[in-house]
């Protein structure tokens, strides 16, 4: 059962990084481009859909593959796999769990709560950023690997993801702008 838990907890780790990532990033472009806050909220209710419901189902069909080719190998089911369906809800749960924290300073934009417009992406990213210190700590804790190089690897890799988006979305907006 404790092997159970520790997967879910993977799987639950996996669907925070990744969703935290491309909302992050889509975000990131939407901001470079220069998008009303409208906008970055459509894009990031989409992407929650789009990423979370597809995660979910690449979670469940790779889960099943993995299955079937251990039972293959061995003539039995590993009795430590999870059954697909609970490793795809944890993954689905992560997405559903963690969607607020990032779109936050949006929504109290959108809704008139934030009053400095001018501040928004820098506060939205310190609260995504930590989301990632989060998101690594219990990355390490899972993989029994040292605190500070999981949180410190998921917090480049999550910036590089936004300065990346940001920057597309920036020269983009300029070249098709004039």
Do not use: C
């Not at 795809?88 to 809704?111: D, G, H, K, M, N």
């Not at 995504?128 to 998921?154: Q, W």
Request: net charge neutral; charged share 10%.
């Amino acid at each position: 059962m404790a092997k159970n838990r520790e997967k879910f907890l993977w799987e639950f780790v996996y669907g925070w990084i990744d969703w935290t990532v491309t909302t992050f990033a889509v975000v990131a472009w939407a901001t470079g481009w220069n998008l009303s806050i409208e906008v970055i909220l459509i894009l990031g209710f989409a992407n929650l859909i789009a990423d979370g419901v597809s995660m979910s189902i690449g979670n469940y069909l790779s889960t099943k593959a993995a299955m079937a080719q251990h039972i293959k190998e061995h003539g039995q089911s590993d009795p430590n796999q999870m059954p697909p369906w609970q490793t795809a809800l944890a993954t689905l749960i992560a997405f559903v769990v963690l969607w607020f924290f990032p779109l936050l300073i949006y929504i109290l934009q959108y809704f008139g709560l934030q009053t400095n417009p001018d501040q928004i992406f820098m506060r939205w990213s310190i609260i995504t950023g930590g989301v990632f210190v989060l998101i690594g700590l219990t990355k390490g804790i899972v993989t029994h690997t040292p605190l500070i190089k999981s949180t410190a690897e998921t917090v480049w890799l999550g910036a590089v993801a936004a300065i990346l988006s940001y920057y597309v979305g920036s020269i983009l907006e300029k070249f098709i702008s004039g």
